[in-house]
Nanobody, 121 residues
Framework: QLKLVESGGGLVQAGGSLRLSCAASGRTFTARNMAWFRQVPGKAREFVAGITWSGNVTVLANFVKGRFIIKRDNVGVVYLHLNSLEPEDTAVYYC???????????????WGPGTQVTVSS
């Protein structure tokens, strides 16, 4: 199993930026499709962005298009660049391996602790 660890969250003002990182211990996920999700208390976890194992294809949820970018490097770290942040982006952000890069994809590994992103107005 992968042990996923997210980092890079924090408190930022509206309009600001953050870069989230997702790393794994246990084994590499360089050959896995990966995705970022987010969750606010009382709501279901939602898909934010996904990237294929090759890095050639990315999919973004409509509510982050033009603002967030997902990337991965060649040693297996997956990044989510959050730009033009809005208070509505406040959530705990999680990464996971997925069976397909889509909002309908299924997470394949146990969830990590996530990283809190708080955007102040």
């Amino acid at each position: 199993q992968l042990k996923l660890v997210e980092s890079g969250g924090g408190l930022v003002q509206a309009g600001g930026s953050l870069r989230l990182s997702c790393a794994a211990s246990g084994r590499t996920f360089t050959a896995r499709n990966m995705a970022w999700f987010r969750q606010v208390p009382g709501k279901a976890r939602e898909f934010v962005a996904g990237i294929t194992w090759s890095g050639n294809v990315t999919v973004l949820a409509n509510f982050v298009k033009g603002r967030f970018i997902i990337k991965r490097d060649n040693v297996g770290v997956v990044y989510l660049h959050l730009n033009s942040l809005e208070p509505e982006d406040t959530a705990v952000y999680y990464c996971n391996a997925v069976n397909r890069v889509s909002s309908r994809g299924t997470a394949l590994e146990p969830w990590g602790p996530g990283t809190q992103v708080t955007v102040s107005s």
